[in-house]
T-cell receptor, first 114, second 116 residues
């Protein structure tokens, strides 16, 4: 099983649609979780950290289910400017040590059409 | 604004000609990372520094080296670039290496390396 697995996509949706991204992770010792957004040929940018209680930022809602090892991102009322690749990122313990490192999913490409 | 800066943004080098990429940060973070990202792939961690302590990923080729002369700066040296090293190189920083949200990473804009 891959450490971080995302919907392969791509997703093509019309403006105003609601779109949901799903992600699963394999290491139950993971403690922190993130969604990053990456525009074409640009760097990843932190979109949201994901907390156990769930969190919302405007049109974006992130949820975490530790029992199922599942993370989701919901985008409501999607805009053209939401078109990007969305990366699920999980902080996973490094083998043999107390350090952690971020492990990236392969990303899901979203295109919002007019 | 606190930020991560990379120079140059675009670098063209010849096969086998050493190249150095630069990263600086004003976040005063303890950890600096270098990633390699190829088209349609996730970023791949090459190595990181926690303060002056260097940690190399097991599968990072010897061709890639790094230096961190002080808290603010970190360099990526590619000793003999091959065609397969053409990629985007991303620098990132975080406050710490723990499992919590102090490990949140902030990326620079990247350097796009072309090897001729």
């Amino acid at each position: 099983r891959k450490e971080v697995e995302q919907d392969p996509g791509p997703f093509n949706v019309p403006e105003g649609a609601t779109v949901a991204f799903n992600c699963t992770y394999s290491n139950s010792a993971s403690q922190s979780f993130f969604w990053y957004r990456q525009d074409c040929r640009k760097e990843p940018k932190l979109l949201m950290s994901v907390y156990s209680s769930g969190n919302e930022d405007g049109r974006f809602t992130a949820q975490l289910n530790r029992a199922s090892q599942y993370i989701s991102l919901l985008i409501r009322d999607s805009k053209l400017s939401d078109s990007a690749t969305y990366l699920c990122v999980v902080n996973i313990p490094s083998s043999g040590g107390s350090n952690y490192k971020l492990t990236f999913g392969k990303g899901t490409l979203l295109t919002v059409n007019p | 604004d606190a930020m991560v800066i990379q120079n140059p943004r675009y670098q063209v080098t010849q096969f086998g000609k050493p190249v150095t990429l630069s990263c600086s940060q004003t976040l005063n973070h303890n950890v600096m990372y270098w990633y390699q990202q190829k088209s349609s792939q996730a970023p791949k961690l090459l190595f990181h520094y926690y303060d002056k302590d260097f940690n190399n990923e097991a599968d990072t080729p010897d061709n890639f080296q790094s230096r961190r002369p002080n808290t603010s700066f970190c360099f990526l040296d590619i000793r003999s670039p091959g065609l397969g090293d053409a990629a985007m190189y991303l620098c990132a920083t975080s406050r710490d290496l723990g499992g919590g949200y102090g490990n949140t990473q902030y990326f620079g804009p990247g350097t796009r390396l072309t090897v001729l």
